[in-house]
């Protein structure tokens, strides 16, 4: 439905405020027949007070009220609702042009002028609420772009571009203080063999699935994002190694276990994982380097492991049970001491 359609508009809430009871019950009345939802105030104040609550499309103010005027009313609203249109119309008398010239500059949208003709207060309002339906629907795809400018549409988690941003963020906090900022770099083995038996469409569901073990194994302060076709990245802030690789394992182990398609496919990963500071990780590209490398190790060997980059290198496979004995390399091959992510105590 377009919002601007007077069927739209229908149902819009709207605060009338005027100290007088008569002209607040005509205005009320006259504004409820034609489908509005009215609330009605005897002062400039309550009028705030029921904006701050939430929920209101359009304000009516008379100008001359006790305790906050309607001029004064309208200032504050105005400044409370500066991410937002709230519009605020007075109401005055035909002569009080002063009133109504000063109510103008500081932000009413609009007035209505006493005695009423109920067919130009109805189109003043329409006119009012159609501009805010407007707004409304221009903020709301805004805020959708801007929620896509950061995120990657399959998976939901953030985009290339906005890992870098919060990498160098994170980054920066580990030097000033001195903290430990780990990372981890997966990647689907084999993705493209598993395109080629079931389509894009199970290729899609792995990756939505991986994506959803990951965020199973995180922190909220942690940062998650699709890195690559078939890539991930996590950034660990205040997380040593013993920490990193826990949370590495769990992903590792969770989506062995998972199922796609029906019970059909299995998938695994290849992990890679890397600390700041450490011996030849002193910059934020070094740490993303540190963990492409051990991930590459970690493909060269087979996948389905994790690889961890130290000074030797250090690449193990968490066992899986007693039949499936961890992988072995050239490499330093000893299992990781990883009993907890570091803060999850």
Request: proline share 3%; hydrophobic share 40%.
């Amino acid at each position: 439905m377009d919002p601007t359609t007077a069927e739209a508009l229908v149902g819009s809430r709207i605060v009338v405020a005027d100290d007088d009871r008569i002209t607040r019950d005509l205005l009320a009345s006259i504004l409820s027949s034609h489908g509005f939802n009215v609330e009605t105030v005897v002062d400039g104040q309550e009028a705030v007070e029921r904006v701050a609550r939430g929920g209101v499309d359009l304000v009516l103010l008379d100008i001359m009220m006790p305790r906050l005027s309607g001029l004064e009313a309208c200032r504050l609203l105005k400044g409370m609702t500066t991410d937002t249109f709230l519009p605020v119309v007075l109401v005055t008398v035909k002569t009080d042009t002063a009133s109504r010239v000063e109510g103008l500059k500081i932000g009413a949208d609009d007035y209505v002028c006493k005695p009423f003709d109920d067919q130009e207060l109805i189109a003043r309002v329409e006119a009012m609420l159609r501009i805010k339906k407007l707004h409304d629907h221009v903020a709301k795809a805004r805020a959708r772009l801007a929620e896509l400018s950061i995120h990657d549409e399959l998976t939901g988690l953030y985009n290339y571009r906005y890992l870098h941003e919060r990498l160098s963020e994170e980054f920066k906090r580990a030097e000033r203080y001195h903290d430990p900022l780990s990372c981890i770099v997966l990647d689907i083995d084999r993705l493209q063999s598993l395109n080629a038996v079931g389509g894009r469409a199970l290729g899609d569901t792995i990756i939505r699935g991986v994506a959803k073990a990951i965020t199973n194994s995180v922190r909220e302060v942690d940062v998650v994002s699709r890195f690559g076709g078939e890539e991930f990245l996590i950034v660990l802030p205040s997380t040593h190694f013993a920490g990193a690789v826990t949370v590495a394992e769990r992903i590792w182990r969770e989506v062995g276990a998972a199922r796609f398609e029906d019970s059909a496919h299995r998938a695994t990963i290849s992990v890679g994982v890397a600390l700041y500071p450490s011996r030849d990780v002193r910059t934020k590209d070094a740490l993303l380097r540190a963990a492409d490398t051990a991930l590459a190790q970690a493909k060269r060997d087979g996948g389905n492991r994790i690889c961890v980059f130290q000074q030797e290198g250090y690449l193990y496979t968490p066992a899986t049970g007693a039949s499936e004995a961890p992988a072995r390399s050239e490499r330093t091959t000893e299992r990781a001491s990883a009993e907890k992510h570091d803060g999850e105590a």
